[in-house]
């Protein structure tokens, strides 16, 4: 039997190719994220050749990556395809390539420079998925990545906990548990560090429209099938009001920022090997990288 919160696959790609469509309307905050995680790369000294952006989405973060490298060649990557036609049409000439993070059809130590915008939050085994990042880069690349951290959508679960004992809202890794399985992969110098962002809404029918727009709805083994009744909806929103404030309703979300280097030898680190530092030493850290 599944756990609870393990993520269905399937599902996931279906709801992300359905939501192709409308995904850029209602993604705000990964738009955000993705501007800030593409302006830490300020504080990088690096010419690639080529790049990977693994979970590419409608390739915003693509657009502006072959913008800051015009001498690169740079390859998006998503596993729903009506997310990549997305990104060619919004970049036309784009390299693209439809596959999973998990599995991925590229050539070994072949990318300088590897980002990947608020996808591994989707990978069942961060681990090995970290692993296979290591293996298709080039000895002195930079992985650099955001993620969602546990605190994400923390009054939306705890509304349905109110209401009932399903898996109505995807589980997220901890900050510091997404450090230590970098060095565990063999990631070099991993950096982790987190940001919250708060979205506000008039009625919670507001956010729970956002996430289907995106794709981000609930994927896990234990959510509740077929459709939601509407009193366990208004039973939700009910318990959700506990948290308005200033007349708005919020959502919380946890991002982690991570970055490390692939290195030649690169080992895997002991479980009790600090994994984690603080933001003000991001920069210094990744200009001595």
């Given amino acids: 039997m599944s756990e609870p919160h393990h993520i269905d696959k399937t599902l996931v790609r279906a709801a992300f190719s359905r939501a192709a469509p409308t995904y850029d309307r209602a993604a705000v905050l990964q738009k955000e994220v993705a501007s ?3 302006e830490r790369l300020d504080f990088v000294k690096l010419s690639p050749q080529r790049i990977y952006d693994l979970g590419c989405g409608t390739g915003r973060v693509s657009a502006a990556l072959r913008e800051r490298y015009p001498a690169a060649e740079v390859v998006a990557l998503d596993f729903a395809l009506p997310m990549l036609q997305a990104a ?4 036309p000439g784009l390299a693209a390539v439809c596959g999973d993070l998990e599995a991925l059809p590229l050539a070994g130590h072949s990318a300088e420079l590897i980002l990947s915008n608020l996808t591994l939050q989707w990978c069942l085994d961060l681990e090995g998925s970290l692993r296979g990042l290591l293996r298709v880069a080039r000895p002195g690349g930079l992985l650099m990545f955001t ?3 546990p605190d994400t959508l923390r009054e939306l679960r705890a509304a349905w906990a109110q209401v009932d004992g399903r898996s109505h809202v995807n589980a997220f890794t901890d900050l510091h548990d997404v450090g230590d399985a970098l060095m565990r992969a063999g990631w070099a110098e991993p ?4 940001q919250t962002f708060t979205l506000t809404y008039d ?5 729970m429209r956002d996430l289907k727009e995106m794709g981000a709805h609930n994927v ?7 459709l939601t009744g509407r009193a366990r909806l208004r039973a939700m929103a009910d318990a959700y009001e506990r948290f308005r404030s200033d007349g708005r309703l919020p959502a919380t979300y946890e991002v982690v920022y991570g ?8 080992s895997a680190a002991r479980p009790d090997e600090p994994a984690t530092y603080p933001l003000d030493r991001l920069r210094r850290a990744i200009r001595t990288g």
């Fill in 220 to 226: 896990t083994a234990g959510r509740a099938h077929g």
């Fill in 88 to 91: 060619q049409r919004r970049s």
């Fill in 191 to 194: 950096v982790v560090d987190q």
């Fill in 147 to 149: 993620t969602f951290g």
């Fill in 36 to 38: 800030r995680l593409v």
């Fill in 203 to 207: 009625e919670v029918s507001g956010l």
């Fill in 259 to 266: 970055h490390a280097w692939a290195t030649d030898g690169a």
